[in-house]
Nanobody
Framework: QLQLVESGGGLVQPGGSLRLSCAAS????????IAWFRQAPGKEREGVSC????????YYADSVKGRFTISRDNAKNTVYMQMNSLKPEDTAVYYC???????????????WGQGTQVTVSS
């Protein structure tokens, strides 16, 4: 019943910025903890960031701390991830996922988006 759609990916040069969006339909998004994951070709999926439903606390993978910012706009039923100072190693398909757990330690993801490609290259 909850559907997520990512957008905002594209091709950027190293050091550039992108803002990814995760738009929800069917259910009010503020009931869910939302996490961003990414998967590069030939590599396993890794968690990137998370924003909790309990108090909107945020968490980040060490590889993106200080560069990426996750935020929630309940009025638009959308979660964003601002990505700055992008590096070639950030190249991946980025997915958002929703969990019923109220904290970012939750792993009960019940919905995933289709993914959006981010390519960082000169």
């Amino acid at each position: 019943q909850l559907q997520l759609v990512e957008s905002g990916g594209g091709l950027v040069q190293p050091g550039g910025s992108l803002r990814l969006s995760c738009a929800a339909s069917g259910v009010t998004l503020d009931y869910y903890t939302i996490a961003w994951f990414r998967q590069a070709p030939g590599k396993e999926r890794e968690g990137v960031s998370c924003i909790s439903s309990s108090d909107s606390s945020t968490y980040y993978a060490d590889s993106v701390k200080g560069r990426f910012t996750i935020s929630r706009d309940n009025a638009k039923n959308t979660v964003y991830m601002q990505m700055n100072s992008l590096k070639p190693e950030d190249t991946a398909v980025y997915y958002c996922a929703a969990a019923l757990g109220r904290l970012c330690k939750a792993d009960d993801f019940v919905s995933w988006g289709q993914g959006t490609q981010v390519t960082v290259s000169s």
